[in-house]
Nanobody
């Protein structure tokens, strides 16, 4: 069992930056791909970015060049640096984990955090 806890959300202005963190407990994340998804009100939860155990990343086109994912396997943490935030980035951001390689499908992730709210004012 893996427990994931996100932190770092908040209210920012358009153009600002924010850094989200996800801390895992319960077991090592060895072999796990970590992902960030987001869900805005009235919309489905959508893929944002993933990072494999070995550090291979994959980004949604909407965040490419603005967001950066990183992980510290020794500390069981994953971070999401979000720059040049836009109002359309506002959502609840979720950290997720799956055993195996990268996937954009939320249904393939077994473990989820409770989410952290990101609000971007224009």
């Amino acid at each position: 069992q893996v427990q994931l806890v996100e932190s770092g959300g908040g209210l920012v202005q358009a153009g600002d930056s924010l850094r989200l963190s996800c801390t895992a407990s319960g077991r090592t994340l060895s072999g796990y791909t970590m992902g960030w998804f987001r869900q805005a009100p009235g919309k489905e939860r959508e893929f944002v970015v993933t990072i494999t155990w070995t550090g291979t990343t994959s980004y949604a086109d909407s965040v490419k060049g603005r967001f950066t994912i990183s992980r510290d396997n020794a500390k069981n943490t994953v971070a999401l640096q979000m720059n040049s935030l836009k109002p359309e980035d506002a959502a609840v951001y979720y950290c997720a984990a799956r055993l195996g390689g990268s996937s954009w499908s939320r249904n393939s992730y077994l473990y989820w955090g409770q989410g952290t709210q990101v609000t971007v004012s224009s």
